[in-house]
């Protein structure tokens, strides 16, 4: 599936599929993939000349695999520096016409060098890579990624900079959101149904111009697909109602955030490992030990999953953000709240979220690496620790489980010493990644938060 490119095939399916674009008025594609910044890049091609990016690839430069959020470039031990070249290659099987970009469609890409392997350092392959090695171990991840969003005007300037004006004044959770801002959810619910994104609840969450919605759970690569496709979505049909959105961890310093809690389930030929078992809460043994893995591991996979200088301001206690390295049934302040679903629906429900997991990250990369703790974890016969079920803040602090890192620094610190992760990315792109997070450390050191949220609030 991945080592072998069929250039023939890919030509003739694209030739196809750009005729039915033609026929909905379809004038570009836009080739998106995520960069270690945890930005969409994008180029894109006329129409006509889809078979050809599909048989041939397009070009585009290494060197942003050490992009950063500012733009600046910095450089890794493998990846760095102008010279060369690689191909990305759409996959057709996520053609989608953009409902809210008239004339639009988009496709994700995987990176092929120009001899016809694969990139080593390409985010999407190795989440691929990385489900066909649970796949050999006769185990599917099903996951979603909840999307929340800050929509408004203003909030430009860089350093101390005006606060951005939320689209609504209205209260947390408020109805008043829903009917102040009604003709952009409808427009938004519209577009996101006619680009068969599954949605399955919408609300306005807590912090101010908040909003969230989350889809139905899928294999682990179409939820990264899923949310680029989401994010953009949520971008354009704002930007025609004149508004903007932010999808960084923290849009106002001092606020509640925006979170993008990962959720997932584990299956194999006997259903769900996280009902129907023995262990706490009905998880199986394989089920209580992907999360013992999970949680053991979740100071250096923060690096990932909460990657920016901003993901620390957001990552902390009382926010829901699961700033505490634990595990408790619907805890909303446990990095792993596991959820059972009602009594019923149980098999087909439980799940656990992973919250300190924030909308920097690059989901190829974060669902790369939960996939990669899983398949280490689930035959090595882990128990969970006890689980925690009250606000780790309220308790006396001796008896407070770890937090997890609280800056950049400290995660980077965990995740290079991590030999799992290391192994599973790859050298080039686990070099590539912590070279751009070091560079943003540097890139806002000594800055104030209200000036690091300032900088970074559109960029995401
Ligand atoms: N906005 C919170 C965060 O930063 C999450 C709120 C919730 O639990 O949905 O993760
Ligand atoms: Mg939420």
């Not at 992907?290 to 100071?299: M, T």
Request: aromatic share 6%; charged share 25%; with cysteine.
């Amino acid at each position: 599936m991945l080592e072998v490119m069929d250039r023939d095939a890919l030509a003739e399916q694209a030739r196809e599929l750009t005729d039915d674009l033609a026929t909905r008025a379809v004038r570009a594609v836009a080739l998106t993939w995520v960069d270690n910044a945890g930005i969409t890049r994008v180029k894109t091609v006329p129409r006509h000349r889809l078979p050809d990016a599909a048989a041939w690839g397009i070009g585009a430069s290494p060197v942003f695999d050490v992009f950063c959020v500012d733009d600046s470039i910095t450089t890794s031990r493998y990846i760095g520096g102008p010279m060369g070249d690689l191909r990305l290659h759409p996959d057709l099987d996520r053609l989608t016409v953009l409902a809210a970009q008239p004339g639009w469609a988009w496709a994700p890409v995987d990176r092929w060098t120009q001899e016809g392997e694969p990139y080593p350092a390409c985010q999407r392959m190795f989440a691929r890579r990385m489900v066909a090695r649970l796949d050999d171990a006769g185990l599917q991840l099903k996951a979603a990624f909840e999307v929340e969003w800050f929509i408004g005007e203003g909030g430009d300037g860089g350093d101390g900079g005006d606060a951005p004006v939320p689209a609504s004044a209205g209260p947390a959770y408020g109805m008043t959101r829903v009917v102040e801002l009604s003709d952009y959810i409808r427009d938004l619910l519209d577009a996101l149904d006619a680009q068969d994104v599954a949605v399955e609840q919408f609300h306005p969450e807590y912090a101010a111009g908040q909003l969230e919605l989350s889809v139905a759970p899928t294999d682990p690569v179409a939820a990264a697909d899923t949310v680029v496709l989401l994010r953009q979505t949520i971008r354009a049909v704002a930007a025609r109602h004149g508004l903007r959105v932010s999808f960084a961890p923290v849009v106002a310093a001092g606020q509640v955030g925006n979170g993008a809690h990962l959720h997932f389930s584990a299956w194999n030929s006997d259903g769900n490992l996280f009902a129907g078992g023995d262990g706490p809460h009905g998880m199986t043994a394989r089920g209580e030990s992907i999360l013992a893995g999970l949680l053991d591991r979740l100071p250096a996979l923060v690096a990932v999953t909460a990657p920016s200088v901003t993901s620390y301001l957001r990552l902390v206690p009382q926010r829901w953000a699961g700033a505490f390295q634990c595990w408790g049934r619907e805890n909303r302040e446990a990095a792993l709240r596991f959820v059972t679903g009602v009594t019923g629906a149980r098999d087909t429900a439980a799940n656990v979220e992973i919250k300190c997991c924030d909308p920097a990250a690059n989901p190829y990369l974060a669902m790369g690496a939960v996939c990669a703790v899983v398949a280490d974890a689930v035959d090595a016969g882990l128990r969970l620790p006890e689980e925690v079920v009250v606000d780790p803040a309220g308790l006396p602090e001796p008896d407070q489980p770890p937090r997890l890192p609280e800056s950049l620094p400290a995660a980077i610190a965990r995740l290079e010493r991590d030999e799992l992760l290391r192994a599973a990315m790859g050298e080039e792109l686990f070099e590539a990644f912590l070279a751009v997070r070091r560079a943003e450390v540097e890139l806002f050191a000594g800055r104030e938060p209200q000036d690091v949220v300032a900088a970074t609030r559109w960029a995401y």
